[in-house]
């Protein structure tokens, strides 16, 4: 099970980061990612990060503003997000899949939270 959390309402310019807890699996084994998806918009990838964190991956939406990282003893992945845009308002969703190779297509992930609401005001 995912639990993402961290979501709200921020400024254009501003930062937010958003957790997601992950329960009753082996964590290490897993690569994670987040989506999101806009109103009226098909989910998009965001991020994703391999079990050992030696392998990351950004859409060019975000590169160099959004930061993906993991703790596996903790069993949680954070996003950091700076430099907000309004066009990053979305539902954010924490998604997992088996396997040490991380991957940018939402089909292949089999484990995914509900979503939490970044909202970024103009």
């Known amino acids: 099970q995912l639990a993402e959390s961290g979501g709200g309402l921020v400024q254009a310019g501003g930062s937010l980061r958003l957790s997601c807890a992950a329960s009753?699996?082996?964590?290490?084994?897993?690569?994670m990612a987040w989506f999101r998806q806009a109103p009226g918009k098909e989910r998009e990838f965001v991020a994703t990060?391999?079990?050992?964190?030696?392998?990351?991956y950004y859409s060019e939406a975000v590169e160099g503003r959004f930061t993906i990282t993991r703790d596996n003893a903790k069993k949680t992945i954070d996003l950091e997000m700076t430099r907000l845009k309004p066009e990053d308002t979305a539902v954010y969703y924490c998604?997992?899949?088996?396997?040490?190779?991380?991957?940018?297509?939402?089909?292949?992930?089999?484990?995914w939270g509900r979503g939490t609401q970044v909202t970024v005001s103009s």
């Open positions: 009753g699996t082996t964590f290490s084994s897993h690569s």
């Open positions: 998604a997992g899949r088996s396997g040490t190779l991380p991957s940018t297509t939402d089909r292949e992930y089999e484990y």
């Open positions: 990060i391999n079990g050992l964190s030696t392998i990351t």
